[in-house]
Structures are given as structure tokens and as C-alpha cells.
């Protein structure tokens, strides 16, 4: 049974310029959320997705943007980089009002 | 609004020695889970163990335990007879289960180190 899987795992970008994040939930799984965890700190809710829609979003501008397919699985688009953006993006996933969230291993994006 | 605090930015423990890493949280809803992830330098948060803020009994998964005070507003992990592969971030977080939003507070982390 696969878990959550990210990708790309690593990413490089410069500023100015739009990056497109993706994830595949735990199978059975039907939300997925989306971190950012800056370096030394703790992760930072981005949104959450289910039944396709955003259904909760935490404090960040609207260059964030995602989107979830009918297979469950999502993406988390970034545009007009900064170099604040830098950071692990870390996606997770679980049954909606579900106890547990199980994350991915995270796509590390670095912002030139 | 969630907030937790994790006042402990680096703890060190000998191996097979007992280690307790403290979490206090802030919160105004009823119904709340605590929880503790582990992250290794690979990146990956590793679930450990849960909480419910009505569970009588404190939680137990193995070699880790949860020391909740509700009253307190604390829940604290406890890891037994630690290892050298235990040595990573740790991370306490809440999530209001009433909305069922997935929204989840982290704090800070503690960096643990298992000394041989």
C-alpha cells in the first residue's frame, strides 16, 4: 500500500517564476493539506483540499493556489516566487474528519 | 485561535535513558487531537501518536507515551529506553476535530540527540 508521494523531491527556481508541486494521497485517503515549513520552524498550514474544493485556508497570499483532481490526488501552484518561498512543502492526506494525517516526504523548493 | 509551544529548542539523552519532550497548547475548542510527529533529516513527517481531548486514558504506541493534563493544557511525550535511530525533530501539533477541517497547528519542535 503506497503512502503519500511528492514530486518533484528537490526543485530550483529564481524569482519571478511560477513552480507547480504535486501529490499523490495514501490510498483510500480523499483530503489532502498543504505545509510550508520554513527552515528551523514548524510546518505552516496552506490550504485543504476535498471533493476538489478548497475547504480551509491558513494566512497565505493568493500566489498560492491549488487544485485537486478527481483521483484525489493534488497540486500546489506558486506564482511569482520569492525568496521567502524557499522551504519543504510537505503534503498530507486523510479520511475527511479522520484522526490521522499522514504526510509525504516533502518536495524541498529553493528560490534563487 | 490554536497555538502550541514547544519551549525546549534542543534536548540530549543517553541511550536506553527515558526522555521527556514538553508540549503546552492554547485553544478554545472543545474537541481537539494532539498529536506527535517525528522528523528525520530525510524530511518526512513520521506520525507517532494521538490524543483525543476526551480520551480518559493517556495514549500509548510502543515505546512512546503521551502524558496529557487537560487541565494543565500540556501533553507531553514520553519515549522510553531511547535509541540512537530516535535522534530527529520532534513536533507536537492540535487540529480541531469538530470542523473537520485539516488545518493543523504545529509548534516549533525539539531536536532531540541519543548520545551512545
Known sequence: DAGVTQSPTHLIKTRGQQVTLRCSPKSGHDTVSWYQQALGQGPQFIFQYYEEEERQRGNFPDRFSGHQFPNYSSELNVNALLLGDSALYLCASSLLGGDEQFFGPGTRLTVL | ?116
Open chain 2, 1 to 116: 485561535a490554536q497555538k502550541i509551544t514547544q519551549t525546549q529548542p534542543g534536548m540530549f539523552v543517553q541511550e536506553k535513558e527515558a526522555v521527556t519532550l514538553d508540549c503546552t497548547y492554547d485553544t478554545s475548542d472543545p474537541s481537539y487531537g494532539l498529536f506527535w510527529y517525528k522528523q528525520p533529516s530525510s524530511g518526512e513527517m513520521i506520525f507517532l501518536i494521538y490524543q483525543g481531548s476526551y480520551d480518559q486514558q493517556n495514549a500509548t504506541e510502543g515505546r512512546y507515551s503521551l502524558n496529557f493534563q487537560k487541565a494543565r493544557k500540556s501533553a507531553n511525550l514520553v519515549i522510553s529506553a531511547s535509541q540512537l535511530g530516535d535522534s530527529a525533530m520532534y513536533f507536537c501539533a492540535m487540529r480541531d476535530l469538530n470542523t473537520n477541517a485539516g488545518k493543523s497547528t504545529f509548534g516549533d519542535g525539539t531536536t532531540l540527540t541519543v548520545k551512545p
